[in-house]
T-cell receptor
């Protein structure tokens, strides 16, 4: 059973650019959540996808968008990057929306916006 | 108001000693779940322990136990027999009802001293 994987590990982008981060869920998991963790802070919930549909969103602007694919892998897209978007982006997968308390996190993608 | 408050930015403990990491929470939902995660410098969030609001007993998982005091809205993590590998950031988190959003605290950095 493979764990949650994320790519790339590190990324450097320029303000105004667009970025796509990827996440492969743990085998059998149908729910993916994305979090932004700024330096020295706890993770902040961005949104969750359940069976390819967005299933809840935190306090993030529309330029943060996502997709979940039939194989339950997921993407996080951020348009018009700002300096404050620099953070560790974590995805977490679980196997059922109702029982999603046991989330399994990936290692994260560290995004730096210059 | 903050959903999760962790008031200890940093803690030190001697190897083989026990340590308590504090967490208080704020919710009006009678149904909620409380979690502790460990985040080593590698960035991955590792699930440690879970406590449901209706659970009568304090949760335990090996060397980890959760001191759940519902009336005080506290959910402190106790690590017994600390090991050098316990040095990491520790985050307390909460999920309300069947909601999909996890609220995280700002974390406590634990350093285990040989």
């Amino acid at each position: 059973e493979t764990g949650v994987t994320q790519s790339p590990t590190h990324l450097i982008k320029t303000r105004g650019q667009q970025v796509t981060l990827r996440c492969s869920s743990q085998s059998g998991h149908n729910t993916v959540s994305w979090y932004q963790q700024a330096l020295g802070q706890g993770p902040q919930f961005i949104f969750q996808y359940y069976r390819e549909e967005e299933n809840g969103r935190g306090n993030f602007p529309p330029r943060f968008s996502g997709l979940q694919f039939p194989n339950y892998s997921s993407e996080l897209n951020v348009n018009a990057l700002e300096l404050d978007d620099s953070a560790l982006y974590l995805c977490a997968s679980s196997w059922d929306r109702e029982n999603s308390y046991e989330q399994y996190f990936g290692p994260g993608t560290r995004l730096t916006v210059t | 108001a903050q959903k999760i408050t962790q008031t200890q930015p940093g803690m030190f403990v001697q190897e083989k000693e026990a340590v308590t990491l504090d967490c208080t929470y704020d919710t009006s939902d009678p149904s909620y779940g409380l979690f502790w995660y460990k985040q080593p410098s590698s960035g991955e969030m590792i699930f440690l322990i879970y406590q449901g609001s209706y659970d009568q007993q304090n949760a335990t998982e090996g060397r980890y136990s959760l001191n759940f005091q519902k009336a005080r809205k506290s959910a402190n993590l106790v690590i017994s027999a600390s090991q050098l590998g316990d040095s990491a950031m520790y985050f307390c988190a909460m999920r309300e009802g069947n909601g999909n959003q996890f609220y995280f605290g700002t974390g406590t950095s634990l350093t285990v001293i040989p």
